[in-house]
């Protein structure tokens, strides 16, 4: 009951009383540290192959099961998945959070160098790359404006950060 009897006697005390609250804990919450989202590299690789005119089976039995082979050998794997398709394969090696993944990327080229003697001839060469582990984007961001049409858009979320609201 005390809070409320000051409030009702004095309006503008509580007013800034309350005020006061509002910055510090504005200012609190700016300078907070955020220790739940770590900045890790995902540990994933990937390796794509193309071969025009093959198709899923022949990508399986002749691209594929060779490079996962040459693969199985490689220490820190945690899993390999992968696809094929018709004129393509794709396979993602997820190594585990504690091994380098410099070193995952090296011996995956090594074990893919390897393979690539017994690919077939028509068959392009692999790519091994790293990605975020499903070759999406991580993030979408749609940005609208009253005041700016689709172009001036695009141009805004291409230019660097700016302060201009929109």
């Not at 004095?10 to 540290?33: D, I, Q």
């Not at 070759?135 to 695009?154: H, P, V």
């Amino acid at each position: 009951m005390w809070l409320s009897d000051v409030s009702v006697k004095r309006p503008v005390m509580a007013v800034v009383l309350s005020l006061l609250l509002c910055v510090f804990g504005a200012v609190s919450f700016s300078t907070l540290s955020v220790r739940e989202m770590p900045d890790i590299d995902s540990p994933v690789v990937s390796i794509y192959t193309g071969y025009s005119g093959a198709s899923a089976s022949i990508m399986e039995s002749q691209v594929t099961q060779l490079i996962e082979d040459e693969l199985s050998g490689i220490s820190g794997i945690d899993e390999i998945t992968s696809v094929s398709r018709n004129g393509s394969s794709r396979i993602m090696v997820e190594f585990n959070l504690d091994h380098p993944l410099t070193e995952g990327v090296s011996d995956v080229r090594d074990a893919v160098a390897r393979a690539q003697g017994g690919l077939p001839d028509d068959a392009n060469d692999p790519i091994v790359y790293k990605d975020n582990g499903t070759g999406e984007a991580a993030i979408y961001i749609n940005l609208a404006s009253s005041e700016m049409d689709r172009n001036q858009l695009t141009e805004y979320a291409s230019a660097p950060w700016k302060t201009d609201s929109v």
